[in-house]
């Protein structure tokens, strides 16, 4: 999948409505046109092809390196796509989101629509972190925390903690950094994940059964 391989979204160029079917034969065509920009080391292409808020965050000195080793870079592989699912995001509150796909029935969606704190990825856990505690919901804190940590740990310990506690302050500035990193890529296997928030800042998580926790942020 493309955006999922380039850890960015890509702006090809073809829109998608809710009830109308995406034109995966223009995103076809649209990836394919970027191979050749990325072979061609065509910088200027390849940044137009880019959202702009994403730009930033492209290594592109990297990227059209790859194009000098033949068979191995992004460009074949951007030219020769071996499939095409568009998928996008939908917002359901002004700071929450849920990610939909398209099917031969229609847009479904990828996750739970009905769960307002889901932990069932790292990104996720991320999200409802930063969520629950502007939203003062304490409880869920609670719960995104290590079974290690939430031995002893009551909602009273949360509320106090960001609102009242010596390290309230620094913990509401650890949480505006991590919002500001949420879209950005995550490193994780099925055991662990770690989000780079810059300036030696990281984001750690673990998995429990089914969930994701947050050790630290």
């Not at 939909?100 to 991320?126: H, K, N």
């Not at 930063?130 to 002893?152: D, F, I, M, N, T």
């Amino acid at each position: 999948m493309l955006r999922a391989a380039l850890g960015l979204s890509l702006a090809l160029g073809a829109t998608a409505c809710a009830g109308r079917a995406p034109d995966a034969r223009a995103l076809y065509k649209a990836s394919t046109r970027l191979g050749k920009d990325v072979d061609k080391s065509d910088r200027e292409a390849v940044e137009a092809a880019v959202l702009p808020a994403a730009r930033g965050r492209v290594n592109y000195e990297a990227l059209l390196a790859e194009a000098q080793q033949k068979g191995e870079g992004w460009g074949p592989r951007l030219a020769e796509p071996t499939s095409v699912r568009p998928e996008g995001w939908m917002a359901l509150e002004e700071d929450r989101w849920v990610e939909i796909v398209w099917t031969d029935g229609g847009w479904r969606f990828a996750g739970d629509p009905f769960d307002a704190y889901p932990q069932s990825s790292p990104r996720e856990a991320l999200v409802s972190l930063v969520r629950a505690s502007r939203r003062s919901h304490w409880p869920v804190l609670v719960e995104l925390a290590p079974r290690r940590y939430r031995l002893g740990l009551s909602v009273e310990d949360i509320e106090a903690a960001w609102t009242e506690g010596e390290y309230a302050q620094a913990l509401v500035e650890a949480r505006e950094r991590l919002a500001g990193h949420l879209d950005d890529p995550i490193v994780a296997d099925a055991h662990q994940a770690i989000l780079d928030l810059g300036d030696g800042h990281f984001a750690r998580l673990e998995r429990e059964g089914e969930r994701w926790v947050v050790v630290d942020f």
